[in-house]
């Protein structure tokens, strides 16, 4: 959606009515569009279409009796006027824009009422087409960053410029991305449809994992000036309830919303009051969000109660759950997070696994056991070029008294890190080494 | 993020319309609404109230507190209860409040929630509010 700031106050004041329903809608909006047109990136677009003539309508004649309503059939009069003028061209399409004008769904579902005071839409087939959205929107052809832009504007109901905040990149870049994504699901014919069984455990992987990376930009900013981007990190969390409320028997949901809980709830204390990062021993523990912490629990609990295991997410919630069930670094039950890392590294491999496992063992046994595995893993060289293998190296040698090497880690750790607080962090460690 | 408090207000006719509804339909359409609060991932917390003839009420009007029985004052605008919902604007919240399903001639005030942070944490008192809100998982 457009939102270009400033003009007279009643177009601001329209603009932040509009934003405000379309966040509250828009999954619901492009679900039932796509549904009823069979054409993803046409609902968005008429969806879109929609939101730029509100903006306009509603700012010169005030908000309407359901603005839900007015958007859905302002957008499904874009997409009759589309497929109408595609009939020119093909008609195959002036069938399908009648049986839309007459309000009658492709799908032969029912039209849409005008009644201000019902909900435009079937209830139940909406959990399904919310599902199918997320489904598309994360759909394996499309690039990674390209799921993340999609999910959080159609699925999230956010706007470009509020996407490109996110993730510091030019409002033109998202923009680019969404009509490319866009694009990709036309040219491989993406059927707006839930995924068949077969496939559906490995698409579901897919969705967590754009919610994952979306979570992990708002918590741990790969860049920029500041620490966390909370708004981010909180539209993750959002998206993933929706997700549980629409899938409550997949236990590895449960365990993607206990692991962002349990991470949110440190978001207070983890920046100080000149915005620098705070590590996690240093933390105020007082500033955790215990009700935060409360909901995680809970979650990390329905997780484990399927009884089927842990899967990567509810493992890492696992691990945050002990930091926030502990009073104090030393109080932490390190041995378990050892082996909640060892089984991590099992069913999910990775560098950086390897790393946390390496710093959990340092804080359980001490540093020499651990600096031996970071230096097999620098070794390998599967993280060259992150600052997290100096950062955890110059630690473990601070520790074991080798000053001159750890501060020299330290700096290279800086030198490679692109967060500019989390730099000036391993620049004060550096310094303070004596 | 922001917490918003949607405090409802009913009438004498909105209660006594409440009171007539089958419970079961009351049941229903207000659950609907509440799931959808679930679902959007935003409800916090929520109550209702007992039916105010059932309340009491203290008046400090005169130099000792006076207690009285029954619904509060002209029973003008009753309050029924309230959600708390944690949102990303003002609008949003108002956005919410409009879907209530509530009774004709009932009203729905919305307020922000500040949350503990807004306060100096300095303070005795609120360290130990604070103290107490960890020890419970409040808000």
């Known amino acids: 959606m457009s939102s270009a700031a400033g003009g007279p106050p009643c177009t601001e004041s329209a603009r932040r009515a509009v934003e405000a329903v379309w966040r509250i809608e828009s999954a619901r909006i492009v679900g039932a569009l796509a549904r009823y047109t069979g054409d993803f990136a046409l609902a968005e677009d008429v969806a879109q279409e929609a939101v730029a003539e509100a903006l306009v309508t509603w700012s010169r004649a005030g908000a309407p009796e359901s603005p839900v309503g007015w958007l859905l059939a302002t957008a499904r009069r874009r997409a009759v006027d589309a497929f109408r003028r595609r009939s020119a061209l093909d008609e195959r399409y002036a069938a399908l824009a009648g049986r839309l004008a007459e309000g009658e769904a492709s799908s032969g579902a029912a ?280 950062g955890v190296r110059g630690e473990l040698l601070a520790r074991l008294g080798r000053v001159a090497e750890a501060r020299a880690e330290l700096e290279l750790a800086a030198r490679l890190c692109r967060n500019v607080r989390e730099r000036s962090v391993l620049l004060r460690r550096a310094a303070a080494l004596t | ?48 109230l007992e039916d105010p003839a059932q309340g009491v009420v203290v008046d400090f009007s005169g130099e000792t507190p006076v207690v009285t029985d029954g619904p509060y004052g002209e029973t003008k605008e009753l309050f029924g209860g309230f959600y708390i919902i944690d949102v990303a604007s003002k609008e949003e919240a108002v956005e919410w409040a409009r879907r209530i399903p509530a009774i004709t001639g009932s009203k729905c005030e919305i307020r922000r929630v500040p949350g503990i942070d807004e306060f100096p944490q300095d303070n005795e008192w609120i360290a130990r509010e604070r103290a107490w809100r960890e020890r419970t998982g409040q808000l």
């Open chain 1, 111 to 390: 039209a849409p009422p005008d009644r201000p005071d019902d909900p435009p839409w079937d209830p139940d087939r909406i959990d399904d087409d919310v599902l199918a959205l997320m489904f598309t929107a994360c759909h394996p052809v499309l690039a990674p960053e390209a799921r993340v832009a999609l999910t959080l504007r159609v699925v999230g109901g956010l706007s470009s410029e509020e996407i490109a905040r996110g993730f510091l990149v030019p409002v033109p870049t998202v923009q680019a991305r969404i009509t490319r994504a866009k694009k990709t699901i036309a040219a491989a014919k993406v059927p707006f449809e839930l995924p068949p069984a077969g496939e559906r455990r490995e698409r579901l992987g897919g969705v967590l994992s754009v919610l994952y990376v979306i979570f992990t930009e708002g918590s741990t900013a790969t860049s920029g000036d500041r620490l966390l981007r909370s708004d981010l990190a909180y539209e993750a969390v959002r998206l993933a309830r929706t997700l549980v409320a629409l899938l409550p028997d997949e236990p590895e949901t449960h365990g993607l919303l206990a692991l962002f809980e349990l991470t949110a709830a440190r978001f207070p204390a983890r920046v100080g009051p000149g915005g620098e990062a705070v590590l996690l021993e240093d933390q105020d523990r007082r500033l955790w969000d215990r009700s935060a912490i409360r909901r995680g629990l809970a979650a990390l609990g329905r997780a484990s109660a399927a009884g089927r295991g842990l899967g990567p997410y509810g493992l890492q919630a696992a691990i945050a759950a002990c930091h926030a069930s502990a009073t104090s670094v030393p109080e932490t039950d390190w041995e378990r997070i050892v082996l909640l890392y060892e089984a991590l590294g099992r069913v999910a491999p990775s560098p950086v696994v390897e790393l946390n496992r390496a710093v959990a063992v340092a804080m359980a046994d001490g540093p020499d056991r651990a600096l031996s595995m970071v230096d097999e893993l620098a070794v390998s060289g599967r993280l060259a070029g992150s600052h997290l293998l100096p």
């Open chain 2, 1 to 48: 993020m922001a917490k918003y408090m949607l405090i409802l207000r009913g009438t004498d006719e909105s209660v006594a319309e409440m009171t007539e509804m089958p419970f079961e339909q009351m049941l229903e359409t207000m659950g609907r609404f509440n799931d959808e609060l679930i679902r959007a991932g935003v409800l916090v917390a929520a109550e209702g």
